[in-house]
């Protein structure tokens, strides 16, 4: 089974979830497109041991939308050639942005899902007005019939927002992650580990 993880914004802390899926279950990390360097692989890849990371299918330049992006490069970005890397493990997929973040004119983030036959991993952070956007992403993929393994919440705890996600999503909560001074590969083992725990509960 792959995984992928979209989030409620841009920088909910997917590539921080990321590396920890990848370190909790050993699989291989695949960002179909990036935008903007540095490349999140390369944080991944510093961010845990022995984990492979596969190319990407489009490296855009600016830091922006993918579809701003691309034609910022120059290029179109299609999704038909958005396909699976061989690996001889499963993935963990980040997308970029959020669910509708525009590849194209047509085509969305979360349309690239149903081709990847992979269960969603939701990240929200916890900010002023973070339910409203959960809920939302939560109403689009429970909308699109979308498998969702489950909810993690990345940043200062607030018992009150989480409870409500959850009660109106009736989705699963699979990590808490604080807001931590520094990121290193001791912090992602930590919430690896606990990870794995709460895994098949």
Not at 5 to 14: A, L, P
Not at 96 to 116: H, Q, R
Request: a negative charge.
């Amino acid at each position: 089974m792959n995984y992928f993880v979209t989030g409620i914004d841009t920088d909910s802390g997917k590539t921080l979830v990321s590396a920890i899926l990848c370190e909790a279950l050993g699989y291989d990390y695949w960002k179909p497109i990036q935008a903007g360097l540095p490349k999140d692989s390369e944080t991944v890849k510093q961010l845990t041991k022995d984990v492979i990371t596969h190319p990407e299918t489009y490296l855009l330049r600016t830091p922006a939308s993918p579809h701003a992006a691309a034609k910022i490069d120059g290029i179109n970005i299609e999704s038909e050639k958005i396909i699976l890397p061989r690996s001889q493990k499963s993935l963990i997929i980040e997308g970029a942005g959020g669910c509708l973040v525009p590849l194209n004119e047509s085509d969305f983030m979360i349309d690239l899902v149903p081709k990847f036959n992979s269960e969603i991993i939701l990240v929200a952070d916890l900010y002023l007005g973070s339910i409203n956007h959960t809920l939302l992403t939560v109403q689009l993929l429970q909308t699109r019939k979308y498998p969702v393994k489950g909810i993690i919440f990345n940043g200062e705890t607030n018992p009150e927002s989480e409870q409500i996600i959850l009660h109106h999503s009736s989705y699963r909560c699979l990590l808490r992650i604080a807001k931590e001074p520094a990121i290193t590969y001791e912090t992602i083992k930590k919430y690896a580990s606990e990870l794995k725990e709460n895994w098949n509960e």
